[in-house]
């Protein structure tokens, strides 16, 4: 797992380079004394390793790093708009294949009869206008269920996170922020319910009678 994880300390763009550079000598002597490794395990023991391993198991960190940030006062820095902590939902690819898949994969059928197997993920992020650096929150896999023949979506995936309220825990009022995808009528409904505020883009295209609304309230002002 250390070894995994010393991946995003190198920033290599690939895991090949990851591993050459922590192959010449010293890059060893910092695979030991970062990560306490004495050998360098190939990528393919690296996956027989963790494919097991529910992510779940190490969600723990987050509420670990949120504890410290609160702490420290760090969080202190990213509050907005009448002491909001302003928290990013976006949805992001982060595995796709014609052949490798698995049984929680979500599928794209394609005209040409080959499929695409994939997997994504909703990171929640707090961000602040004035601040470089972002903070990650635990993620929401969209990936089907177990059990489930029906494919996952963002839309299920952020009722799932909005039910099983991570941020609830956090004492901080929180203002949810997303594009026009989250500006679904049982989503903000949910999202009151369980304490958030949000600002979510709402485009006409998705929001006709909206955007009538609007027009008539601008004509008769
Ligand atoms: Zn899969």
């Given at each position: 797992m250390l070894a995994a994880f010393s991946v995003f300390f190198t920033q290599c763009p690939s895991f090949l380079e990851h591993q050459n550079l922590m192959k010449k000598k010293r890059g060893k002597d910092n695979a030991f004394s970062l990560f306490g490794l004495k050998k360098i395990p190939s990528d393919n023991q690296i996956r027989t390793l963790l494919d097991?391993?529910?992510?779940t198991r190490v969600l723990g960190s987050f509420k670990t790093v949120w504890k410290w940030l609160t702490e420290n006062k760090i969080l202190n820095h990213f509050k907005?708009?009448?002491?909001q902590i302003l928290l990013a939902l976006d949805g992001t690819e982060y595995y796709s294949s014609k052949k490798i898949n698995c049984p929680h994969c979500n599928c794209r059928h394609h005209r040409n009869g080959t499929t695409t197997y994939y997997h994504q993920v909703i990171t929640p992020v707090i961000v602040a206008p004035d601040q470089k650096q972002v903070i990650n929150l635990e993620p929401e896999f969209i990936r089907k269920q177990d059990g489930k023949t029906k494919q996952d979506c963002e839309n299920a995936a952020i009722k799932r996170w909005l039910l099983r309220?991570?941020?609830?825990?956090?004492?901080q009022e929180i203002t949810l922020l997303g594009d026009d995808l989250y500006s679904r009528q049982p989503i903000c409904e949910l999202a009151i319910e369980q304490g958030y505020n949000f600002i979510f883009v709402a485009l006409a295209s998705s929001h006709k009678s909206l955007y009538e609304w609007l027009e008539f309230l601008e004509k008769n002002r």
């Amino acid at each position: 797992m250390l070894a995994a994880f010393s991946v995003f300390f190198t920033q290599c763009p690939s895991f090949l380079e990851h591993q050459n550079l922590m192959k010449k000598k010293r890059g060893k002597d910092n695979a030991f004394s970062l990560f306490g490794l004495k050998k360098i395990p190939s990528d393919n023991q690296i996956r027989t390793l963790l494919d097991p391993i529910p992510a779940t198991r190490v969600l723990g960190s987050f509420k670990t790093v949120w504890k410290w940030l609160t702490e420290n006062k760090i969080l202190n820095h990213f509050k907005y708009l009448d002491e909001q902590i302003l928290l990013a939902l976006d949805g992001t690819e982060y595995y796709s294949s014609k052949k490798i898949n698995c049984p929680h994969c979500n599928c794209r059928h394609h005209r040409n009869g080959t499929t695409t197997y994939y997997h994504q993920v909703i990171t929640p992020v707090i961000v602040a206008p004035d601040q470089k650096q972002v903070i990650n929150l635990e993620p929401e896999f969209i990936r089907k269920q177990d059990g489930k023949t029906k494919q996952d979506c963002e839309n299920a995936a952020i009722k799932r996170w909005l039910l099983r309220n991570p941020a609830a825990e956090k004492n901080q009022e929180i203002t949810l922020l997303g594009d026009d995808l989250y500006s679904r009528q049982p989503i903000c409904e949910l999202a009151i319910e369980q304490g958030y505020n949000f600002i979510f883009v709402a485009l006409a295209s998705s929001h006709k009678s909206l955007y009538e609304w609007l027009e008539f309230l601008e004509k008769n002002r």
